[in-house]
């Protein structure tokens, strides 16, 4: 970016795929060869949000329920243009790192992380514009790793109106061997999981949350777990696909009592873990997503190291190298769920990644629950060669446009694309 300087900066609202507003920016650099050249990008949205996040900026009101971004929009438009404007930056760490002492504060409160991170995206993807290159490419010149998608096919907890407490049930298509492959096999197993579905929990089973997938009026985690096996049983890929769960489990827990509630039902800490053991043995559950309070490090470690499988910080970590570093010293986790908008620039985003994989754990990248149809994750989980992406069911929009730019990027790659299948979690 050193011979690049921005030349314009703009922002507006757009919606995302719950029809509420979010930020979306346009940055123009000049000077290079190709004259101006722009990047765009639109800011997600979460719903399941940990504490520890970088803020998003809300305007409140009664305006669009009080979600409206006007506020960050005009961020972007005033105090962060009139700092940018005119300048070039040697890399992009030196621009995000402009843009958090312009917000000085320690979680992007000020001008909103919102506001931000459009800035930090939409440079990003000028500056790979400015290079004739896809972001992918911009950003890691040996990227060639695809991710296996984690597909979310049972909604639950704050994605969903029903009753399931685990947010998330998920497939993982690790016996195909191809992006495309490993779509179809996850779009037929949903089919069959509909087909189940609607004789035998009626026309409103077939509903879907915020991550399309399918909201059945059960409670019991095992009942969700045993459809995703029938639905695999049926559509014939026994053996080729294994689980996971999004528990989300800070929103069942009451931190007064100390007691989790899953199905009615209270459990202590140890109780849980002696739950998600017995769910892993039963149902080949492979990953499970933050399955104790986003503050128990200890416990996290304790069902780490019970579990041999991959225990995915969300909540717990918040894509937050502090975080992060907090539990790499006790061990807490093995994985890192990233999601760029939870800390609110790219690079900072990317040093959480090198420290987790750093460390030896595994990295998820991940969509927001409030998504739009910009599909920039599927080109930052290549860049990142993750080897893992989890983008919701492969049925609408915000969800189709990240799976569509993944097998766009496949055939770009052509014989140097890998994909992980049963090796993501240590991709090569």
């Not at 722009?38 to 009664?62: F, N």
């Not at 930056?89 to 931000?116: H, V, Y």
């Not at 860049?383 to 492969?394: E, M, N, S």
Request: aromatic share 6%.
């Amino acid at each position: 970016m050193n011979t690049l300087r921005i030349g314009q900066i703009s922002a507006r609202e757009v919606l995302d795929c719950r029809g509420l507003p979010t930020v979306q920016v346009d940055l123009v650099l000049e000077g290079g060869p190709l004259g101006p050249v722009m990047g765009r990008a639109d800011v997600p949205s979460g719903r399941s949000t940990g504490i520890h996040e970088a803020a998003e900026l809300r305007d409140g009101g009664s305006r669009f329920g009080g979600f409206g971004v006007l506020g960050a929009v005009g961020a972007v438009r005033g105090e962060i243009a009139a700092h940018l404007l005119g300048r070039t930056f040697e890399s992009q760490r030196d621009l995000d790192a402009a843009l958090c002492e312009l917000d000085g504060t320690p979680n992007k409160s000020r001008l909103g992380a919102n506001a931000i991170l459009g800035v930090s995206l939409a440079a990003a993807r000028a500056a790979a514009a400015a290079r004739s290159m896809p972001l992918y490419r911009s950003l890691n010149s040996d990227a060639h790793i695809l991710p296996l998608p984690l597909v979310n096919l049972i909604n639950g907890g704050k994605h969903a109106s029903g009753e399931l407490d685990f947010q998330e049930f998920i497939v993982m298509p690790v016996g195909a061997g191809s992006m495309l492959e490993a779509l179809q096999v996850s779009t037929e197993i949903n089919l069959v999981l509909g087909s189940i579905l609607l004789p035998r929990y009626g026309k409103s089973a077939l509903n879907t949350g915020d991550e399309g997938g399918y909201v059945p009026q059960i409670s019991d985690p095992r009942e969700a777990l045993g459809l995703l096996h029938e639905a695999v049983d049926k559509a014939g890929y026994t053996g080729e696909i294994v689980y996971a769960l999004d528990a989300a489990s800070s929103h069942f827990y009451n931190k007064e009592s100390g007691i989790y509630t899953v199905a009615g039902k209270g459990y202590s800490r140890d109780q849980l873990i002696e739950f998600y053991l017995e769910l892993i043995e039963d149902f080949g559950i492979v990953s499970i997503e933050d399955p104790l309070d986003e503050e128990d490090f200890e416990g996290f470690a304790e069902l780490t190291e019970a579990s041999g499988i991959q225990i995915v910080g969300d909540d717990l970590f918040t894509t937050n190298p502090a975080r992060l570093a907090q539990g790499l010293e006790v061990g807490a986790a093995n994985s890192l769920l990233w999601k760029v908008n939870q800390i609110g620039t790219l690079s900072e985003a990317f040093d959480a990644a090198r420290m987790a994989t750093g460390a030896g754990y595994t990295v998820v990248v991940s969509e927001r629950s409030g998504e739009t149809e910009d599909p920039i994750i599927s080109d930052l989980v290549v860049a990142l060669g993750a080897g893992q992406i989890k983008t919701g069911a492969p049925v609408r929009g915000e969800r189709t446009s990240k799976y569509n730019r993944l097998l766009q990027i496949e055939e770009e790659l052509g014989a140097t694309a890998t994909y992980p299948g049963r090796s993501f979690r240590k991709p090569v």
